[in-house]
Structures are given as C-alpha cells and as structure tokens.
C-alpha cells in the first residue's frame, strides 16, 4: 500500500479530482461526507387536486404529424387487342398513258400485191405528188401495176380528239392490224404486203426503222416487206440502190404467183 501523499500525488497526475474506494485504506485521509450523500430522486407529478381546481395533468408531448404519402391506386392495364398486320400486296404499277401518235396511212392494192403506205401531209395521194410517182417507179420496176387502187379511206389516228379513250401507241397497233387484216381478207389472193414508211412498220408490224428491207411475219396478214418511207427515199437516193437490190430477191414472192 502506498501513502496518502503519494496516493495524491498519483490522482493528481492523472486528473482525478474526486474518487472515492470501495474498501477502507490504510493510511488513508478520512473521506468528505457530501462525496458519501446519496443524491435524492427526482419529485414526482403532483397529481393531487388542489382545492377548488382542476387535477394537473401531467402534458403529453403532442403526436408530430407526419406528411401524408398518397400512394397511386394500382390502375387495371388494358391490355390492346392484338392487331395482325394484314399483309398487304404493293399494288401493280399502272403503265404510264403515252400520248397517243399521230399518222395516217393508205391501204392500196396493186396486182398480187397490198400497199400500206405513209400518207406525210396526211392527205390521199394526188397524181402529181412527188412521193406518188415515185411509189409508181417502185411499182413498174416490181412487175407490178403502177396504177394502184385504194381500199377504203385512209387511217388517221388518233381517231377521235379529247374524252378518255385509250388511244396510245398499243390502241394504234391493234386498230392498223385488224384494218388491214379485215380489207385484205375481202381482197383475198395477197401474195405480199408491202409496209411503206415508218409508221407503217411500227402500227402493222410492232418494228423500228432497223427492219427495212426485210421481209416479216404477222399473224393474220400475209408476208410482209418493209420499206422506208418516201420522203426518206427522195433526201437519200442512195438507199435507192439498196431496195433494186432487195427487191430482186423478194419479187419472185410475187411474181410466181403470178405465172
């Protein structure tokens, strides 16, 4: 055991002011009494009325209100039908109208032979017309006769002005061909058809300019040979030499039926 003072001593380095033991110690100083007083409880609520009052009660701490939380209702889903996707077809393209061509064309007939010939002014042929009697040099040098007859008016397409007929480059065709096929089936005995300028090889026999000279098969007319128009065969005496010659070959069509 150590002694008072140094006991002190050891309180007061680590800062204690006060302590108090749990046993008596020897040499010990003699303990305060206020450190030995035990603290008294605290005072109760008076809850005993007073004369001629009201009993106090004690206060209760008043609730805290708290902000209210609205919480959504759970909203029933409309689930949406279920919608199949129609399959639809693109629909075809409609062919563009093309404007409807303009010609006019004389059916003749010379010998065993028919003529669709270009009319360029779009005017039957007169007697002195350049394009006339060159159509009757081409004639003789064929065997044939140079004095050629029409059958029927000339075709002038279109055929009517304004409304919304068709009257388009097909309509064109269809119309030439079923002409033609329809006079010469009251002629009978054709043994050639001779398509005479441009828009008669592309309205009788469906052809460009490129099938001249050539000899063609339609159905429902008899053979055909193409030759350029001619005003072409006026401004271009070279392509003169061409058809002498390509008409020696075709001639003989002709002219075996004749013999």
């Known amino acids: 055991m150590i002694d008072e003072a140094r006991r002190r001593a050891y309180l007061g380095a680590m800062q204690v002011v006060s302590w108090l033991p749990r046993v008596a110690l020897p040499f010990a100083a003699p303990s305060r009494p206020e ?3 035990t603290p008294e409880p605290a005072t109760p609520l008076r809850t ?4 001629g009052g009201v009993p106090e009660m004690p206060s209760r701490p ?3 209100e708290r902000a209210k939380i609205e919480v959504p209702r759970p909203v029933a889903r409309v689930e949406a039908p279920a919608v199949r996707e129609a399959i639809v ?3 075809a393209p409609k062919a563009a109208s093309l404007p409807p061509p303009r010609f006019a064309l004389q059916l003749l007939r ?3 032979c028919a003529l669709l010939v270009e009319l360029p002014t779009g005017e039957p042929f007169q007697s002195r ?4 009697l060159l159509l009757r040099d081409l004639l003789r040098a064929a065997g044939l006769a140079d004095s050629p007859r029409t059958l029927g008016e000339p075709v002038r397409w279109p055929l ?4 919304n007929l068709d009257q388009g480059p097909q309509a064109a065709l269809e119309y030439v061909q079923t002409f033609v096929a329809a006079r010469l089936e009251e002629e009978g005995d054709c043994a050639c058809l001779w398509l005479v300028g441009l828009p008669a090889l592309r309205f009788a026999a469906a052809v460009e300019a490129d099938a001249c000279l050539r000899e063609l098969q339609v159905e429902g007319l008899p053979p055909l040979w193409a030759l350029p128009g001619l005003e072409t065969l006026m401004e271009e005496p070279a392509r003169k030499a061409e058809l002498w010659r390509a008409m020696r070959r075709v001639r ?3 002219m075996s039926a004749n013999e």
Not at 48 to 51: G, I, L, N
Not at 160 to 163: A, K, P, Q, V, Y
Request: aromatic share 12%; glycine share 14%.
């Open 252 to 254: 003989m069509r002709w």
């Open 48 to 51: 005993d009325p007073e004369p």
């Open 160 to 163: 009517f002005r304004g409304g």
């Open 110 to 112: 010379a010998g065993r």
């Open 35 to 37: 450190l030995l007083e």
């Open 89 to 91: 077809e693109p629909a």
């Open 129 to 132: 017309d350049p394009g006339y």
């Open 62 to 64: 008043r609730p805290v």
